[in-house]
C-alpha cells in the first residue's frame, strides 16, 4: 500500500555529540576533509554506503552507536575540535576583509541551480556546479554573499537505461526534511513567506529554506505549500521540466519571489540589504521589474529614475553561445502574466516588453528575450572565458548599433573550479608535502614531488576509478535486466594500468559526444592496442524532451556493449557531482570536443587538470585561452568549413592521429624504472602553470575587482540620493531626443605629410553639430591606427578631442592632435558619443554619430 503522505524523522542526538548537528547543517562538509573523516568515524561502512550523506548517516546510525560515541572521548575531542574549527571559520576575517569600505556590504547572486553536492540534488550541469563553486569560493574569501536559487521536489532526473540503451528518466522525491535545510521562520515562529501575483487574481505563494554553504546563506523558494492551488504547487517541481508557461512561472519566482525572500531575510536575520544583484543568466531576471518596482511604489521615484538604480547596483552573466541556448517567450504570453489584472502600477506591461524586445536586425519581434532584457537591466556584463566574450559581442552586436564588436559592453571573467571541493586528497596531500619541503612558491613546489611518487598516486585514483566503475557498470546492467550470471566480464572491466581517457558532460548535439564513433574500426584499434592501450570512461544526460541527445547516447552504448571492447569502453549512467569527481580524479587525459566556438567555458578539463590529467581538447572556451602547448593537446579545428559532415571526419581523424601517434606514446615510453618520464614533466608543467589560473578563488577576485566593487560604487551614487539616478535619467532622456541633431561636419587634419616618421604628429580638427545638446554631454573622438587593404581599422586607440570654438546654432571646432606610434598604413576616423560620469561604458546608450563618409588621412600613407 502507498503512504499519503511522505516525511523524515531527523534523529535527536544526544548531548555529547550536539555539535555533530551544527557540522551536518553547514554545508562546508562538503570540501572540508577533517569533517568528512569525522562523519566516517561514526560509522564507516554506513558513511559508504549513503554515499556520504550526513543527515542519512545520522538518520540509520543505531542508538547503541550514537550511545558508545557519546562515551568515547577521543571521539569527543575530536568532534569538539571540528566544530571549533567551523566556528573559527565562520567567523574569522579573510581575504575579503582586507578589501576596504569600497568593496560592496552584501552580494546577491541569483541562479535557477547550485551544484553543491549529490547530496542537495538542485542541478543539471555546469552551470549550477559553477554557481556552487561560486558560493563556497565567497565562503572561503570570507565575501558576504547570498545565494537565492529555487527548491525543485523532483530535482533534476535521474538517468537510467533499457535493455536497448535508451536513456531513462526517473524523478525521485527530494523530501527537504531530509536534505541539509532550515525553513526560514519569522520571530513569532510562523514559516515566513513570499508571494508573487498571477493572471485572474491568483497568488503563487512560496516558502524559503536556507542551505548554509559556509558562511554563504542559500535561499531556495518552495512552492509546494498548501495555501497554493495544486498548479501552482507545482511550480517548482523539477528543474528545467515543464512547457513554456511553467519555466515563465519558475523564472518570475526566482526573480521577482527572490527578491522579496532577501528583503524577508534580511529584516529576519538582521543581515544588510544587497548593493549588488549579480544574475547567473537570464533565468533570474525579472528581479530586476521587482527593484524598479520598490522604487517607483516604495520610493517614490519614477520608472526612467528607479531603472538607473537598478542597472547600476546589477550583473547579469551570460553563459550561452547559441541563441537556442535563451529563453525566449512569445510577448503575449509575457503581456498576460505581467499585464491586466496583474499590473503593477509602478511597472507597465509596455515597458517591460520594451526591455526584452528583440528590436534590432534579425531579432524576431514576437519574441520576449530574457538575454536581452539581462543586458538591459544591468550596466554590467560579462561573458565566460575570452572567446566568450568574442562569441557575445556578435551575439548581441544588434542592442549597440555603430559600435564595433570590440567596445561592446560585455566584459570577461573566465571561469574557475573551487579546488577543495574537485581536487582527490591524495593530490592535494601530495602537493602540501611538497610545499613543506621546497622554499618556493605554492605551484613551483610541484617541482619538488619525486616522480614514482606523483605516478604511483595517480595509479591510485585510476584504480579507484576503476572500481567505481565495475560498481556503477554492474549496477546499469542490472537495472538494464541483465542477471549476475551474465556479468563477469565487469570484474575485469578496465584496467588501472592502461591509459584512461574521461569524457563526461551533457549530450546537447555541439558537444559532439558520438565524434569518436566517426571511425569505429580506427577506435576499435586503439582501445585494443596490444602495446598501447587506451580506456574510455564515458557519461552524461541528455535533456529529457531531446531525443538526437539520447540517440547519441544509445548509440554509444551499442559501442561499448560489443563483447570485443566492453573490457576497454564504459558508459556510466546518471552523471553527478559523486561520478564527477571520480572522473576528474582518477582519468589520464580529459577530452573535449565541442563544437568551435560553442562551448562558453567548460570547467570539468579545469578539475581533471588540478588532479593531474592532461587535456586533449579543441580550443574553444578556456582552453583557446590556457593551452600552451606543454599542458595538454590541441585538437585541430577545422574552422571554415561549411559542411557538418566533412568537419566531423576531419576533426576526428586529427583526434585519432593525436592519440596514436603523441598521447599514448608518451604516456607508454617508459625508463629503466618504469616512469614515463616525459609524460609526468608534462604533468607538472599543467599543475604549475594552470593551477593558478583554473581556481574560482581567482575568478571571483576578479568579479569583485572588475564587476562588483564598480557596481557597488554606481549604487551608492544614485541611492546615496534619488537625486542622482533622476538627473541620469533625465540627461539619458534628453540625449536621446536629441541625437537626430547630432553630427559630424567636417574633419581637417594637417601634419608632415607623406614624409611623416614614427614619433611625429598630425593635428586634427573636426566641424560638429551637437543640436541642443552641449559639449559636456558628449565625448568627440579621433580614432587612429593601422589600416587594412580596405582600409578597416585595426585595434585602434581612441584620443579624446578638446573643444576649441563655438559657432551659432549648436556647432563647435574640437582640435587634437594624432601621434604615429607605428608603422605601415594608418588611418583615422572621428566619432561623437555621449558622455556622463556615471556611464559604465561609451557604448552604454547605444549611441553613436559617425561622418557621413569615412574619411582617410587627407595626407596619405604615414610612414
Known amino acids: 500500500m502507498r503512504a499519503i503522505r511522505r516525511f523524515t524523522v531527523r534523529p535527536v542526538l544526544p548531548e555529547p555529540l550536539a555539535p555533530l548537528g551544527e557540522l551536518v547543517m553547514n554545508l562546508r562538509w562538503t570540501w572540508d576533509a577533517p569533517t568528512q573523516d569525522l562523519f566516517a568515524a561514526v560509522d564507516a561502512e554506513k558513511w559508504e554506503a549513503l554515499g556520504h550523506d550526513p543527515i542519512r548517516l545520522l538518520s540509520e546510525v543505531s542508538p547503541e552507536r550514537l550511545a558508545e560515541l557519546s562515551a568515547d572521548r577521543s571521539f569527543l575531542a575530536r568532534l569538539e575540535e571540528t566544530a571549533a574549527d567551523l566556528r573559527e571559520y565562520l567567523t574569522g576575517d579573510r581575504w575579503y576583509q582586507t578589501l576596504g569600505p569600497q568593496a560592496p556590504r552584501q552580494i546577491a547572486y541569483f541562479s535557477p541551480e547550485f551544484g553543491i553536492s549529490a547530496a542537495l540534488p538542485q542541478y543539471s550541469g555546469g552551470l549550477g556546479i559553477l554557481a556552487g563553486d561560486h558560493l563556497k569560493t565567497a565562503s572561503d574569501l570570507g565575501a558576504p554573499l547570498i545565494g537565492v536559487g529555487l527548491l525543485y521536489r523532483y530535482g533534476y532526473f535521474r538517468q537510467s537505461l533499457t535493455a536497448d540503451g535508451w536513456q531513462l528518466e526517473h524523478y525521485p522525491i527530494v523530501d527537504p526534511q531530509a536534505l541539509p535545510l532550515t525553513l526560514l521562520r519569522e520571530p513569532d515562529g510562523t514559516p515566513a513567506r513570499v508571494s508573487v501575483g498571477l493572471p485572474g487574481g491568483r497568488q503563487l505563494a512560496a516558502r524559503i529554506w536556507v542551505a548554509q554553504v559556509g558562511r554563504v546563506p542559500l535561499l531556495l523558494l518552495d512552492s509546494s505549500v498548501e495555501e497554493n492551488a495544486p498548479a501552482e504547487r507545482d511550480v517548482t517541481d523539477r528543474l528545467y521540466g515543464g512547457g513554456t508557461e511553467h519555466r515563465l512561472l519558475q523564472e518570475m519566482l526566482l526573480g521577482i519571489g527572490g527578491v522579496r525572500a532577501l528583503r524577508t531575510y534580511c529584516r529576519i536575520t538582521g543581515a544588510p540589504q544587497p548593493e549588488v544583484f549579480h544574475t547567473n543568466e537570464g533565468h533570474a531576471g525579472f528581479l530586476g521589474l521587482e527593484r524598479i518596482r520598490e522604487y517607483v511604489e516604495e520610493g517614490g521615484l519614477d520608472f526612467d529614475a528607479a531603472l538607473e538604480i537598478t542597472r547600476a547596483g546589477t550583473i547579469f552573466t551570460t553563459h550561452t553561445p547559441v541563441p537556442a541556448g535563451i529563453d525566449r517567450f512569445t510577448r503575449d504570453l509575457v503581456a498576460q502574466h505581467f499585464g491586466g489584472d496583474n499590473a503593477s502600477p509602478g511597472v507597465p506591461v509596455e515597458r517591460i516588453l520594451a526591455l526584452g524586445a528583440e528590436d534590432y536586425e534579425g531579432g524576431d519581434p514576437a519574441l520576449f528575450n530574457m538575454a536581452v532584457m539581462g543586458f538591459r537591466l544591468a550596466q554590467r556584463a560579462n561573458a565566460v572565458s575570452t572567446l566568450h566574450g568574442h562569441v557575445s559581442r556578435a551575439m548581441f552586436a544588434g542592442l549597440w548599433p555603430g559600435f564595433d564588436q570590440s567596445e561592446l559592453p560585455i566584459t570577461h571573467v573566465t571561469n574557475g573550479v573551487h579546488a577543495p571541493t574537485w581536487v582527490a586528497r591524495e593530490i592535494a596531500e601530495l602537493e602540501a608535502k611538497a610545499r613543506g619541503s621546497a622554499d618556493v612558491g605554492a605551484w613551483e613546489a610541484v617541482d619538488a614531488i619525486?616522480?614514482?611518487?606523483?605516478?604511483?598516486?595517480?595509479?591510485?585514483?585510476?584504480?579507484?576509478?576503476?572500481?567505481?566503475?565495475?560498481?556503477?557498470?554492474?549496477?546499469?546492467?542490472?537495472?538494464?535486466?541483465?542477471?549476475?550470471?551474465?556479468?563477469?566480464?565487469?570484474?575485469?572491466?578496465?584496467?588501472?594500468?592502461?591509459?584512461?581517457?574521461?569524457?563526461?558532460?551533457?549530450v546537447p548535439s555541439y558537444k559532439r559526444l558520438t565524434l569518436m564513433l566517426s571511425d569505429r574500426e580506427r577506435l576499435k584499434r586503439l582501445l585494443l592496442d596490444p602495446e598501447r592501450p587506451i580506456q574510455l570512461v564515458i557519461a552524461g544526460k541528455a535533456h529529457p524532451a531531446d531525443e538526437s541527445g539520447k540517440k547519441l547516447i544509445q548509440e554509444i552504448v551499442w559501442f561499448a556493449d560489443d563483447p570485443e571492447i566492453r573490457h576497454r569502453?564504459?558508459?556510466?549512467?546518471?552523471?553527478?557531482?559523486?561520478?564527477?569527481?571520480?572522473?576528474?580524479?582518477?582519468?589520464?587525459?580529459?577530452?573535449?570536443?565541442?563544437?568551435?566556438?560553442?562551448?562558453?567555458?567548460?570547467?570539468?578539463?579545469?578539475?581533471?587538470?588540478?588532479?593531474?590529467?592532461?587535456?586533449?581538447?579543441?580550443?574553444?572556451?578556456?582552453?583557446?585561452?590556457?593551452?600552451?602547448?606543454?599542458?595538454?593537446?590541441?585538437?585541430p579545428s577545422a574552422d571554415g568549413i561549411d559542411d557538418p559532415w566533412r568537419r566531423d571526419q576531419l576533426e576526428a581523424a586529427a583526434l585519432y592521429e593525436l592519440l596514436e601517434e603523441q598521447v599514448t606514446r608518451r604516456f607508454y615510453d617508459r625508463d629503466a624504472s618504469g616512469l614515463p618520464r616525459r609524460w609526468l614533466e608534462m604533468v607538472r608543467h599543467t599543475l604549475r602553470s594552470l593551477g593558478p589560473k583554473v581556481l574560482a578563488s581567482r575568478m571571483f577576485a576578479e568579479y569583485v575587482e572588475k564587476l562588483y566593487t564598480p557596481a557597488a560604487a554606481s549604487s551608492r551614487a544614485l541611492?546615496?540620493?534619488?537625486?542622482?539616478?533622476?538627473?541620469?535619467?533625465?540627461?539619458?532622456?534628453?540625449?536621446?531626443?536629441?541625437?537626430?541633431?547630432?553630427?559630424?561636419?567636417?574633419?581637417?587634419?594637417?601634419?608632415?605629410?607623406?614624409?611623416?616618421?614614427?614619433?611625429?604628429?598630425?593635428?586634427?580638427?573636426?566641424?560638429?553639430?551637437?543640436?541642443?545638446?552641449?559639449?559636456?554631454?558628449?565625448?568627440?573622438?579621433?580614432?587612429?591606427?593601422?589600416?587594412?587593404?580596405?582600409?578597416?581599422?585595426?585595434?585602434?586607440?581612441?584620443?579624446?578631442?578638446?573643444?576649441?570654438?563655438?559657432?551659432e546654432a549648436g556647432r563647435y571646432r574640437y582640435d587634437g592632435e594624432v601621434r604615429f606610434d607605428r608603422t605601415g598604413p594608418v588611418g583615422y576616423t572621428v566619432r561623437i558619443l555621449p558622455s556622463h560620469p556615471l556611464l559604465a561604458s561609451p557604448a552604454e546608450l547605444g549611441l553613436v554619430a559617425w561622418p557621413p563618409p569615412p574619411h582617410a588621412m587627407t595626407n596619405g600613407d604615414l610612414r
Not at 582518477?586 to 562551448?599: I, Q, S
Open 450 to 506: 619525486p616522480d614514482a611518487a606523483l605516478w604511483e598516486t595517480k595509479r591510485t585514483l585510476r584504480a579507484r576509478l576503476v572500481r567505481f566503475a565495475r560498481q556503477r557498470l554492474r549496477e546499469s546492467w542490472l537495472a538494464r535486466g541483465a542477471t549476475e550470471a551474465e556479468l563477469g566480464w565487469i570484474d575485469n572491466a578496465l584496467d588501472p594500468d592502461v591509459l584512461t581517457v574521461g569524457f563526461a558532460r551533457r
Open 719 to 807: 541611492n546615496a540620493s534619488f537625486d542622482g539616478a533622476r538627473e541620469l535619467a533625465a540627461w539619458k532622456q534628453r540625449v536621446r531626443e536629441a541625437w537626430s541633431g547630432v553630427r559630424v561636419d567636417h574633419v581637417e587634419s594637417s601634419g608632415p605629410g607623406d614624409g611623416a616618421e614614427v614619433g611625429g604628429s598630425a593635428t586634427v580638427r573636426v566641424y560638429v553639430s551637437l543640436g541642443t545638446l552641449s559639449p559636456e554631454d558628449v565625448d568627440v573622438q579621433v580614432l587612429h591606427g593601422r589600416v587594412d587593404d580596405s582600409d578597416e581599422l585595426q585595434e585602434p586607440s581612441t584620443t579624446s578631442l578638446k573643444p576649441a570654438e563655438a559657432y
Open 569 to 635: 569502453i564504459v558508459f556510466l549512467p546518471d552523471y553527478d557531482m559523486d561520478l564527477a569527481y571520480q572522473l576528474v580524479t582518477g582519468c589520464d587525459v580529459w577530452l573535449n570536443n565541442p563544437l568551435r566556438p560553442y562551448e562558453a567555458c567548460g570547467t570539468s578539463g579545469m578539475k581533471a587538470a588540478l588532479n593531474g590529467a592532461l587535456n586533449v581538447s579543441i580550443r574553444d572556451g578556456w582552453w583557446d585561452e590556457w593551452f600552451d602547448g606543454e599542458n595538454g593537446w590541441a585538437i
